[in-house]
């Protein structure tokens, strides 16, 4: 009798486990696409390494402030970009919403994302 209850609550906290999630995380982006949506955009002013351009676009590869944001944040950011007259802004230039790319979809920006963590040192 034991036996038996102990198997149905095996079966049973399994059931839960997996109703609660217990599968692995859905990617946040296509890191692929992401590479190449940042080469034809985002390159101009981080560089095709993303290492930045002076005077333009920060260095990516060591941003502390890509490093402290959420995936979520990230896309807000980016669909919101950052005016030169935010106080944060520490390079004078705008960082414009989608980065100046108008055709870019929430999609794009994701798999952006998905490419910059990728490339995090």
Same mark, same amino acid.
């Given at each position: 009798?034991?036996?038996?209850?102990?198997? %149905?609550?095996? &079966?049973?906290?399994? @059931? &839960?486990?997996?109703?609660?999630?217990?599968? @692995?995380?859905?990617?946040?982006?296509?890191? &692929? %696409?992401?590479? =190449?949506?940042?080469?034809?955009?985002?390159?101009?002013?981080?560089? +095709?390494? +993303?290492?930045?351009?002076? !005077?333009?676009?920060?260095?990516?590869?060591?941003?502390?402030?890509?490093?402290?944001?959420? $995936? #979520?944040?990230?896309? =807000?950011?980016?669909? +919101? !970009?950052?005016?030169?007259? $935010?106080?944060?802004?520490?390079?004078?230039? $705008?960082?414009?919403?989608?980065? !100046?790319?108008? +055709?870019?979809? #929430?999609? $794009?920006?994701?798999?952006? &994302?998905?490419?910059?963590?990728?490339?995090?040192?």
């Amino acid at each position: 009798m034991h036996r038996m209850m102990f198997i %149905a609550l095996v &079966v049973a906290s399994a @059931a &839960v486990l997996a109703a609660c999630g217990g599968a @692995a995380p859905t990617p946040f982006g296509d890191s &692929v %696409a992401g590479q =190449a949506a940042f080469t034809s955009t985002c390159a101009t002013c981080h560089g +095709a390494d +993303a290492l930045g351009v002076t !005077g333009l676009g920060k260095d990516l590869t060591t941003s502390q402030f890509l490093r402290d944001q959420t $995936d #979520e944040q990230m896309l =807000a950011f980016l669909l +919101a !970009g950052r005016p030169s007259s $935010d106080p944060l802004n520490t390079t004078g230039v $705008d960082m414009p919403p989608k980065g !100046g790319n108008p +055709a870019f979809t #929430e999609d $794009d920006l994701k798999n952006v &994302v998905a490419y910059l963590r990728t490339i995090q040192q």
